[in-house]
C-alpha cells in the first residue's frame, strides 16, 4: 500500500487551484483502481437448496453497491462467491477487464459482522496479518486511516466493539484491496457506533475508490452508503436502484424516498407486521 497516511497529508498541502487542475486524472486512476466484477448466470447450491439461480450481477470499477434482500435469500452467499469462498455450480464470476477470477487474491478482501480478531496477537498484529509480507509500517499506517494507531500495542480483548471492528476494517484495507466485501460489518454495533462505522467506510471509499459491496439488513443503511442498492429475491436480483443522492446524505425527502421505495418491494412479496414497524428487514 502507498503511504496512505502521506498521500493524505500531501493532498492536504496541495494549494486549491492545483488539487482543482489535478481532479481529472486523480478521478480517472482512482475510478480504474476498483476491480470490476462480472456474475453471469451463477447458480450456487446448497444439496437440493439452490439458493442462488442463474443470478447475473455487474458492478463497474468503485461502485459502492448494497445487497438487501429478506433473511436466507443468499446475500451472504453471494458475497462469499465474490470472495471465493462458494464455488458456481453453473456461470461464471469474473473480474477486471481481464476477467480473472474469484480466489486467493491479495486484492479482494472480507470484513465480517463479527471482527475475528486473533486474542493473542496485539492490535497491530492482527492488523500485519492483512499485509502481504506483513509490513509493520503499512499495518500502522492502515491503523491510523481508522484512528487506532494510539492503540497498536493492546490485546483485542480490552477494545469496545466498535474498535474491534475499526481493526478489523484496518486489517481489510491494510492490504490496499481493489474490492472489499462487507458481510453485514455493522450488525452487532449500537446506533451511534454504527452511524460513525457508517461515515468512516463512506470516507474511506471515497479516498481510496475500491469497489465495495456491501451487505446489510438494514435499507436505510444501503441508501446512506450505497451509488446502487439490489435486492435478492428468489436467487436472482428482483431490484436494481441506482440511488442518485448528493453525498454527504442527509435523511431529507430524497432519502425517504428511496427507502421507502426499496423497503416497500422488499416486504411486497410476504409482509409480516413486525417488519412493517423499522426500517430493517
Ligand atoms: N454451507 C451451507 N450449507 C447448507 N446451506 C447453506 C450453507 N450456506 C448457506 N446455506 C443456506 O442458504 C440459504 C441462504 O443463506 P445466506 O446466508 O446466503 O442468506 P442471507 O440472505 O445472507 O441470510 P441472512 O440475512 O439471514 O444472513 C439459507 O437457506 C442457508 O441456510
Known amino acids: 500500500m502507498a503511504s496512505v497516511a502521506s498521500t493524505l497529508r500531501s493532498a492536504q498541502l496541495t494549494a486549491p487551484h492545483e488539487e482543482e487542475k489535478s481532479r481529472p486524472s486523480l478521478q480517472a486512476e482512482a475510478a ?53 469462498l462458494e464455488a458456481a455450480s453453473a456461470g461464471t464470476v469474473s473480474f477486471g477487464a481481464a476477467g480473472g477470477s474469484p480466489g486467493l487474491r491479495t486484492d479482494v478482501r472480507v470484513m465480517f459482522q463479527d471482527a475475528r480478531l486473533l486474542p493473542w496477537k496485539s492490535v497491530l498484529d492482527n492488523v500485519r496479518i492483512g499485509v502481504p509480507g506483513g509490513d509493520r509500517a503499512q499495518a500502522l499506517d492502515a491503523l491510523e486511516l481508522v484512528g487506532l494507531a494510539d492503540r497498536a500495542k493492546e490485546w483485542p480483548a480490552v477494545l469496545s466493539g466498535g474498535q474491534r471492528q475499526r481493526v478489523s476494517l484496518a486489517r481489510a484495507l491494510a492490504g490496499d484491496p481493489r474490492l472489499l466485501l462487507l458481510d453485514e460489518p455493522l450488525g452487532a454495533l449500537d446506533a451511534l457506533t454504527r452511524i460513525e462505522m457508517q461515515q468512516l467506510i463512506e470516507r474511506l471509499w471515497r479516498e481510496r475508490r475500491f469497489t465495495a459491496v456491501l451487505v446489510t439488513h438494514d435499507v436505510g443503511e444501503a441508501v446512506a452508503l450505497a451509488d446502487r442498492v439490489v ?10 436502484v441506482a440511488v442518485a443522492l448528493a453525498r454527504p446524505r442527509e435523511k431529507d425527502t430524497g432519502f425517504a424516498h428511496y427507502e421507502s421505495t426499496i423497503l416497500n418491494r422488499v416486504l411486497a412479496r410476504r409482509p409480516p407486521a413486525e417488519d412493517r414497524n423499522g426500517f430493517s428487514i
Open 32 to 84: 480504474a483502481r476498483g476491480l470490476q466484477v462480472d456474475v453471469q448466470d451463477a447458480v450456487v447450491r446448497f444439496g437440493e437448496l439452490a439458493v442462488l439461480r442463474e443470478l447475473s450481477l455487474s458492478i463497474p470499477s468503485g461502485q459502492f453497491l448494497a445487497v438487501v434482500g429478506r433473511s436466507g435469500c443468499g446475500k451472504s452467499t453471494l458475497l462469499r462467491l465474490l470472495a471465493g
Open 231 to 240: 435486492l435478492v429475491e428468489n436467487g436472482s436480483i428482483a431490484q436494481d
